[in-house]
C-alpha cells in the first residue's frame, strides 16, 4: 500500500534513519530505498515494511487493536492488528514480502501482535507536490 509521510526527523549521524508520521502515526524507520534526496518537513509517497533479525513469532492478542509501539530506545516495535496472507493491518498496512506470514496461515484474519527488529520505509519514485 503506498501512503504519504511527513518527515519529522533525519538523523545526521545514520544516513538510513528517518522518523516519519503517517496518517497521525509516528515512527522512527530505516530508508532502504530512496533514489532522492528527503528533506525535513517535506512529504514523500512510501511503502512500509518490516525487518526481522533472527525468528518472528506472532501471537494471538484478543484486544482488536491497531498500534505500532516502540520498545525502549532503539528500533524494535511491537506492531498489532489484523493480519492478512501477506499483510499487517496496524492502523498502516504493513506488506510482507518475506513471506513471513505463510508460516501461521491458523492466525491469518485475527488480530496479532508481532515484534519485529526495525520498520523499512520505501521512499517510492515521484515525490509529492510540497507547495
Request: proline share 3%; charged share 30%; with cysteine.
Amino acid at each position: 500500500m503506498i501512503y504519504t509521510d511527513f518527515v519529522k526527523n533525519l538523523n545526521p549521524h545514520i544516513e538510513e534513519e528517518v522518523t516519519v508520521e503517517i496518517e497521525g502515526i509516528e515512527f522512527t524507520g530505516f530508508a532502504f530505498i530512496c533514489s532522492y534526496k528527503i528533506e525535513l518537513g517535506k512529504s514523500y509517497p512510501v511503502s512500509i515494511g518490516f525487518t526481522i533479525l533472527d525468528d518472528l513469532i506472532i501471537l494471538e492478542i484478543q484486544e482488536e487493536t491497531k498500534e505500532i509501539e516502540g520498545i525502549g530506545s532503539g528500533y524494535e516495535y511491537y506492531i498489532r492488528g489484523l493480519l492478512y496472507e501477506d499483510t499487517l493491518d496496524a492502523g498502516i498496512v504493513f506488506n510482507d514480502e518475506d513471506q513471513y506470514f505463510f508460516d501461521y496461515p491458523e492466525l491469518i484474519g485475527k488480530n496479532v501482535e508481532m515484534r519485529v527488529d526495525r520498520i523499512s520505509i520505501e521512499f517510492l519514485k515521484i515525490p509529492v507536490d510540497n507547495n
